[in-house]
């Protein structure tokens, strides 16, 4: 099965830039579709965005759309999220996500592999 490690997470203030990377690793660590999904302290896990096993596809979520972006590197090991304009409500811990469906996909039950979750914070 596949394993997914995220980095990039750190404390940045308001308006700044963050790029967030989950690397994968196992059998067929390159074909799966991936999302990055986060969680506030007290609140539900929210969808941020998804991109389908070859990347050429792309869904993101209503309060991040237009801000952030998510795309696939290094021969689709990689997936990349960079995040733009970032506000205090940007505040969580991002999860990484990958599921065996070949479509973006906002459902969190579609996703069998996660990883540990990297932190954000963003001060005002």
């Known amino acids: 099965q596949v394993q997914l490690v995220e980095s990039g997470g750190r404390l940045v203030q308001a308006g700044d830039s963050l790029r967030l990377s989950c690397e994968a690793s196992?059998?067929?660590?390159?074909?799966?579709?991936m999302a990055w999904f986060r969680q506030a302290p007290g609140k539900e896990s929210e969808f941020v965005a998804s991109?389908?096993?070859?990347?050429?596809?792309?869904i993101y979520g209503d309060s991040v759309r237009g801000r952030f972006a998510i795309s696939r590197i290094n021969a689709r090991i990689t997936t990349i999220l960079l995040m733009n304009s970032l506000t205090p409500e940007d505040t969580a811990v991002y999860y990484c996500?990958?599921?065996?469906?070949?479509?973006?996909?906002?459902?969190?039950?579609?996703?069998?592999?996660w990883g540990q979750g990297t932190q954000v914070t963003v001060s005002s």
């Open positions: 991109v389908n096993f070859n990347g050429g596809r792309t």
């Open positions: 996500a990958a599921s065996v469906r070949p479509e973006a996909d906002i459902d969190r039950s579609s996703y069998a592999y």
């Open positions: 196992g059998p067929g660590r390159n074909s799966y579709t």
